[in-house]
């Protein structure tokens, strides 16, 4: 016979199955599929790989996500039946293959035949809800000859292309962490939102020449992939932001996620009970990600000294008194957090540390001399950023940001009183702000801003008096 009788002849046969198939009950079809298949392997030769969907520890697997994805976008314009969904997380209508179809790839001039498989399984009291869940699959089929190169270079070029694909999607999000129920012990470690912020390094009022080294540092640490293995560190980075309230440490972590890119872990560490579950929830952030603990200070009492450090001392200003009491009261039994300093230096860069890549460790502070020095020495937290007043610098990128304008005959004043006066960005950003209709809202801002500096400073000025005034009084008191 020759190939193209033969062909013609296939082609028959498959017209006839696909219109009698049709009339078929499933479990007809899929006996007579079954029986097609093991001939069909008897006389052409065939490797199969599966890919369950969940692995044998009930977790769901991450090849088989990169599969799906990469086959979506093979399965486009090949597969017969295709699944379409958008969910909340996506960007975009998701294609992928349906359960039951199949599609051929190649990939150096190797074919390979994948096969998405869905099966039914009733659940008959077996725990859970008693209800009947889908079992999915993926098998992979190829020629026994191209075995190596097919679970060797074949499958590395899906799993890299499909974790590309799923980042194309996927929007960023927010991840918080959930306090630790021991009771319900399938509820995810983190809970997430959908995450937009528009703070960009544009946006940022600060140094321009501080400004350019940081971004200098992410860049470097986002391409730095190969430099990290060939040094042998961990891929992984440590920046420390301190500075005092409203100056733009949280929204500089806004700017860094939206620059690489990456999701935020945003860790209270108030609601974790111990350093073993400290460790799950690393275990448990993905890659590109930065992962946060706001206010360090005031999360927990990290060593003994801090403690005695804490009842010995005034509050630093009301701002931080109001933080730490607030977090203090959130540690309070009945679930006291237990984690220790040395649980955290472990979480930094400990071991398990280096179970992910890509990850970025951010500490935010507005006391920096009261961290225990351990916690924040270079290696562990690779860049100390210290976030400041406005100067005149960081105030023309917001005054261009939020009036557009890039010189103005009141901007010699505002520099005079930036430099004499300790003015946060947040507090500049705020008189920027355009209220009401009025129509010269440029300048109306601009002396807003003047007037509460100077209100400020003569206050400042006015409680310095009143100070002096006591003290004077009460030295002639004790003379
Ligand atoms: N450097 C800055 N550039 C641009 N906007 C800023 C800057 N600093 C503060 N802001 C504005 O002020 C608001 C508060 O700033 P942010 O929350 O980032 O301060 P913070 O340093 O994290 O304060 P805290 O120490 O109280 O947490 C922001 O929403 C932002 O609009
Ligand atoms: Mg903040």
Redesign the pocket.
């Known amino acids: 016979m020759k190939v193209t009788e033969l062909a013609s002849a296939i082609g028959g046969v498959m017209f006839l199955w696909g219109t009698v198939s049709q009339f078929l009950p499933m479990n007809y079809r899929y006996r007579i599929k079954n029986w097609c298949s093991k001939l069909l392997n008897s006389i052409f030769p065939r490797t199969y790989i599966i890919f369950h969907e969940f692995c044998s520890d009930g977790q769901s697997s991450e090849a088989y996500t990169c599969i799906k994805n990469y086959l979506g976008t093979k399965s486009i314009n090949k597969a017969q039946l295709l699944n379409a969904e958008k969910t909340r997380n996506s960007k975009s209508l998701e294609f992928t293959l349906a359960g039951g179809d199949e599609v051929m790839d190649e990939f150096h001039n190797v074919k390979v035949l994948w096969v998405s498989s869905e099966e039914t399984i009733k659940n008959n009291g077996g725990g859970g809800d008693g209800k009947p869940f889908e079992k999915r699959k993926f098998i992979l089929k190829a020629h026994p000859r191209y075995r190596e190169f097919v679970m060797g270079d074949y499958l590395n070029h899906v799993m890299k292309e499909g974790k590309t694909i799923e980042y194309q999607n996927k929007k960023r999000r927010l991840y918080t962490n959930n306090k630790d129920q021991g009771y319900i012990y399938w509820r995810p470690k983190w809970s997430f939102i959908n995450y937009h912020h528009p703070a960009t390094f544009d ?4 140094d321009p020449q501080k400004k350019e080294e940081i971004l200098v540092d992410l860049e470097s640490f986002k391409k730095g992939k190969d430099y990290y293995k060939k040094v042998g560190k961990a891929w992984k980075r440590g920046y420390l932001l301190y ?10 972590i806004a700017a860094m996620a939206n620059l690489l890119d990456y999701d935020i872990y945003d860790l209270e560490l108030t609601s974790v009970k111990e350093n073993a579950e400290l460790k799950q929830l690393l275990i448990e952030t993905s890659t590109k990600s930065i992962i946060v603990i ?2 360090i200070d005031c999360s927990l009492n990290l060593t003994g000294t801090r403690k005695k450090n804490e009842k010995g001392s005034e509050e630093k200003n009301d ?1 931080n008194a109001e933080k730490k009491k607030k977090k203090q009261r959130e540690t309070e039994d009945p679930q006291k957090s237990k984690v220790t300093l040395s649980g955290l230096l472990n979480f930094i860069d400990g071991i398990w540390s280096a179970c992910g890549e890509e990850r970025i460790i951010i500490f ?1 502070t ?1 006391h920096v001399e009261d961290l225990d020095p351990a916690l924040i020495r270079r290696g562990r937290m690779d860049m100390h950023i210290e ?1 400041s007043y406005c100067k005149f610098e ?1 105030f023309k990128i ?1 005054a261009k940001n939020y009036l557009d304008i890039d010189e103005h005959p009141l901007f010699g004043e505002i520099r005079e009183l930036l430099e004499e006066n300790d003015v ?3 507090d500049v ?1 705020e008189n920027l702000m355009p209220r009401g209709k009025s129509s010269d809202h440029v300048e109306s801002c601009l002396l807003r801003l003047i007037e509460s500096i100077t209100a400020n400073q003569k206050s400042k000025e006015e409680k310095e008096e009143k100070e002096e005034f006591l003290q004077a009084d009460q030295n002639a008191i004790t003379s």
Do not use: F, I, R
């Open positions: 946006t940022l009022g600060m500075g005092p309230p409203g100056t733009g440490k949280s929204t500089m706001e206010d701002d935010t507005n976030m960081a917001l946060s960005p947040c950003a």
